[in-house]
């Protein structure tokens, strides 16, 4: 198993930026596929950006691409993803999540097996 706990959100005025952190803990991070979700309130959790394991391969939304990267350090067990331009429609709980076994979805919520609590994202205007 895999502990993971995201950090780095916050309050950021439209077209500012942040990084996130997701530290993994227990099980080695380099042993998953990462992904980056977001939930904003009264919306269902979103596909935000994907990492395989070597770091070789990556997947965004269409709504953060060119704007955000997904990035991971597996010697310091660390899955980064740098927004840049944000707008306030990025506002949300940002949630970190670790994939065991890709299953072909990796867009989907379902894909991942275990998640970290969130971090809040809040982009004004």
């Known amino acids: 198993q895999v502990q993971l706990v995201e950090s780095g959100g916050g309050l950021v005025q439209a077209g500012g930026s942040l990084r996130l952190s997701c530290a993994a803990s227990g099980r080695t991070s380099s042993s998953y596929d990462m992904g980056w979700f977001r939930q904003a309130p009264g919306k269902e959790r979103e596909f935000v950006a994907r990492i395989s394991r070597s770091g070789q391969t990556t997947y965004y939304a269409d709504s953060v691409k060119g704007r955000f990267t997904i990035s991971r350090d597996n010697a310091e067990n660390t899955v980064y993803l740098q927004m840049n331009s944000l707008k306030p429609e990025d506002t949300a709980v940002y949630y970190c999540?670790?994939?065991?076994?890709?299953?072909?979805?990796?867009?989907?919520?379902?894909?991942?097996?275990?998640w970290g609590q969130g971090t809040q994202v809040t982009v004004s205007s």
């Open positions: 999540a670790a994939d065991a076994v890709y299953r072909g979805t990796y867009y989907l919520n379902t894909e991942y097996d275990y």
